[in-house]
């Protein structure tokens, strides 16, 4: 028993720092929601901010993991180009290491306890309580439970000389030891699902002496292998891009253990001159910052040798992984990044959604310019039935995959809303679901009108010159107001944007008014009432799609 009851309080303990993590990554996402997505606005062209966007988030969130599973969404879902994610990729297994530095700094020098419980008890409190700063009592609380976790691994770890002695002995041989830990590490974080985690366990052993220094730092680099995983599993069916990224990371750490696996010792006699102090025996504080400061070196070097090949390594990545020719659009519409790492990102991924509606917003303009384009020629069509059938066999394909857009965004949005949200988010999550249900609504319209137009050329009701002559600058009034929301579609309006809004409306409103006056003075003159009719419902529904425009553009001026 004595085996298993150490397995289950370290497994206890693992549990216990895990859960503290998450508690306190939750808690600053939703304290800095808003500036991190702030940061993802930096993600451009730039080698060096690439690597800073990837640093800063994963600093925040505590997760490289996280940080890669949502890089390689983004490429997959285009918001992020492959170049652009290699920066940030590299600069996520940077900002992984403050977590082994937070370790190592507070966790072996100080008696954890004398700050982990109050921590846990005025973070409690702090969070409970309705007041502007329950997001900071959420930090703390996940603070202290992280420490507690952390004491808890320290004591449960077995004494040298114990059940364990098996493991020491191997730190014994060599380079084969180092591959024998890295080996290890790759195992540790592949259990773990978190290279933080799987630090932090090594960091305690090599602190109680269970494994010998080199062995641990050996350890350290495997890990960088292991943490690919998340961003792998990630890819799996999803477009090239998207399996590009993650080869990235997968060959970015690869690589570079491989290489520092054989300079381990050179590397270590680096961290020992830049890091104060001589380590001495086992319980020595020292030991767990120099392997700090190792895990941040190696991240450090490993960037700074990839950094000026960012383009060839994208090129030898794309020659790996071939285009799909067969890559299209779906019969179907599916949202490629479910929850998998929802939990671990929430605020973040709110981003991907509003990639995901302004392609929706694209269908619907694409829509309504498609039908223009038939409705424009189709006096001069001389095969008017084909052209109408065609058109509407496109606009049922589209509409379709429009409410399945709506359907699984929706979803995916109120999947955000089951975590803690600030209150910025929680109201960007209202607005967005509003302007799904418009948009839907609009490709809704689009397919209606075609529906009208086939209706009219199996009655043989066709507009004449005149009647198509005073469509013509309404419908480009309409695609006016459709082009100015996909332009800021995202954003918030200003005041002046605002009454550019108005003033579109205003005049589609007229013209709207005017076309329904010519249309009852037709029928008043006796024209084909039917044909008019036709007319007028035409005006009427195209009018519709600009007041969907007006009212989004409303949600985006709060």
């Known amino acids: 028993m004595g085996v298993i009851g150490v397995l289950f309080r370290i497994a206890g303990a693992l549990c216990l720092f895990l859960y503290g993590m998450k508690v306190m990554s939750d808690g600053i996402q939703q304290a800095a ?65 403050v977590t082994a530095w937070i370790v190592s700094l507070v966790g072996f020098s100080l008696d954890i306890s004398v700050l982990a419980l109050p921590a846990v008890g005025i973070g409690f409190i702090a969070r409970v309580i309705k007041w502007k700063y329950r997001n900071l009592g959420e930090v703390l609380l996940g603070f202290g439970i992280l420490f507690l976790g952390l004491d808890f691994l320290t004591k449960s770890m077995p004494p040298l000389g114990n059940s364990v002695n098996i493991i020491a002995s191997l730190s014994n041989f060599g380079f084969v030891s180092s591959l024998i830990g890295a080996g290890a590490g790759l195992l540790m974080t592949l259990i773990t699902h978190s290279s933080s985690a799987s630090t932090a366990i090594m960091l305690t052993m090599a602190f109680n002496g269970v494994v010998g220094y080199e062995m641990a730092a050996a350890m350290i680099l495997g890990a960088n292998i292991g943490t690919t995983i998340d961003a792998a599993l990630a890819a799996v069916g999803t477009k090239t891009a998207a399996k590009r990224a993650a080869l990235v990371h997968i060959l970015f750490n690869v690589i570079g253990t491989f290489w520092a696996l054989p300079l381990l010792r050179p590397l270590l006699a680096m961290v020992d001159i830049l890091t104060p102090g001589t380590i001495g025996a086992i319980h020595d504080p020292l030991i767990p910052a120099h392997l700090a400061m190792l895990h941040t070196m190696f991240n450090v070097i490993n960037t700074l040798l990839f950094l000026p090949f960012v383009k060839p390594f994208a090129a030898l990545v794309s020659f790996l992984v071939k285009d799909d020719r067969n890559e299209a659009l779906p019969e179907h519409y599916h949202l490629a990044y479910q929850s998998g790492a929802l939990q671990d990102t929430p605020e973040l991924n709110i981003l991907r959604a509003e990639k995901e509606i302004r392609d929706m917003a694209g269908i619907s303009s694409s829509m309504y310019a498609r039908v223009s384009e038939v409705l424009r020629t189709l006096r001069e069509t001389e095969d008017r039935e084909g052209a109408v059938n065609a058109l509407v066999g496109e606009m049922k394909e589209k509409e379709e995959y429009a409410d399945e857009m709506r359907e699984a965004l929706t979803a995916f949005i109120i999947e955000c809303t089951r975590e803690h949200l600030n209150r910025r988010s929680e109201h960007r999550v209202s607005q967005l679901l509003r302007i799904i249900a418009d948009l839907e609504d609009m490709s809704d319209d689009c397919y209606s009108i075609s529906l009208l137009l086939e209706r009219s050329v199996k009655k043989n009701h066709i507009f004449r010159e005149k009647e198509m002559e005073a469509l013509g600058p309404y419908i480009a009034q309409v695609e006016d107001f459709l082009g100015f929301l996909q332009e800021h579609l995202g954003k918030r309006l200003t005041p002046e944007e605002r009454g550019r809004a108005e003033s579109l409306e205003a005049d589609i409103d007229k013209s709207r008014n005017r076309l329904r006056k010519l249309g009852r003075k037709r029928i008043e003159a006796g024209v084909d009432v039917k044909t008019e009719l036709l007319f007028i419902d035409l005006v009427r529904r195209i009018e519709k799609l600009g007041d969907y425009c007006f009212d989004i553009t409303g949600v985006l001026s709060h």
Do not use: K, P
């Open 33 to 97: 929601g808003d500036r991190l997505q702030r940061i993802l606005n930096f993600m451009t062209g730039s080698r060096l901010m690439g690597v800073l966007t990837g640093f800063v988030i994963t600093a925040i969130i505590q997760s490289s993991s996280a940080t890669t599973v949502m890089v390689v969404s983004f490429v997959n879902a285009g918001l992020l180009t492959l170049i652009q994610s290699i920066g940030v990729i590299m600069g996520a297994n940077i900002g992984t290491t």
